[in-house]
């Protein structure tokens, strides 16, 4: 079981109404749980989506973490 899409978008719109707004970014990956891990013990890895997250996850850590 996973978190409603409305309810992580619920979240994102909360932290973006703050006063100062948090640092965060919202991607949705069209790829079942556990996509990123290339073992795929649960026949879930999605080369193409773990590509394009692990990407993100360094940008977003390499502009945002001193």
Known sequence: ???P???V?????ALA?????????LHLYP???AFLNDE???GTYDP???AQAWSRAVDF???HVR
Do not use: K, M, Y
């Not at 978008?9 to 719109?13: A, C, G, L, M, Y």
């Not at 109404?17 to 948090?22: F, I, L």
């Open 31 to 33: 790829a079942g749980h």
């Open 61 to 63: 850590l390499t502009r």
């Open 9 to 13: 978008e619920s979240v994102f719109e």
């Open 1 to 3: 079981h996973s978190i």
């Open 17 to 25: 109404g703050r006063p100062e707004p948090a640092t965060a970014e």
């Open 40 to 42: 795929n013990l649960i």
């Open 48 to 50: 193409e989506c773990a």
């Open 5 to 7: 899409v409305e309810r």
